[in-house]
């Protein structure tokens, strides 16, 4: 059983999986940062100095009572909140990520479709008496000298 399982661990398809994983983590950390450092300030400026990472929703007062200037603040006083603007961050992470990979995958197909060249187109054909390999044009099978009908 060990011998199958390392047969499997190193195949090929696991090993690429693999890198795909730890890619992917980086990738969405960069996203992430992304998002958070260089889209979200803009975006907050044009809705009227919003800052999506402050935005909660107040469920319970912790030991120290509100009003919380921040979300970091709230959550050292141990207060319940729903961290709304933090979630809208997500949502745009997760979309930027899910277009980066619509685009990764669109470039594959592209190039997967130029290696696919169509068929050329066959040259020869079949004597039907000695079976083989005429010009198409040909009258007449230069192996067994039989008649043919031009093809």
């Not at 661990?9 to 730890?22: K, L, T, Y």
């Not at 979630?87 to 290696?115: C, D, G, H, P």
């Not at 039907?128 to 031009?150: D, G, H, M, N, V």
């Amino acid at each position: 059983m060990f011998r199958e399982f390392k047969e499997f661990a190193v195949r090929g398809n696991v090993v690429d999986m693999a890198v795909g994983i730890i890619i992917g983590a980086a990738f969405g950390t960069i996203v992430r940062s992304l998002v958070a450092d260089i889209i979200m300030p803009p975006v907050g400026l044009l809705l009227g100095n919003v800052d999506f990472t402050n935005m909660f929703a107040l469920l319970r007062q912790g030991a120290t009572a509100g009003p919380y200037a921040s979300l970091a603040d709230a959550q050292t006083a141990g207060a319940v909140t729903i961290n709304y603007g933090v979630f809208i961050n997500t949502i745009i992470s997760f979309v930027i990520i899910a277009f980066s990979v619509f685009l990764i995958i669109r470039y594959l197909n592209r190039l997967k479709r130029k290696e696919e060249a169509p068929p050329e187109e066959p040259t020869t054909r079949e004597c039907p008496y000695c079976f083989s390999a005429i010009p198409l044009k040909a009258t007449r099978c230069a192996f067994c000298t039989s008649e043919l009908q031009a093809g």
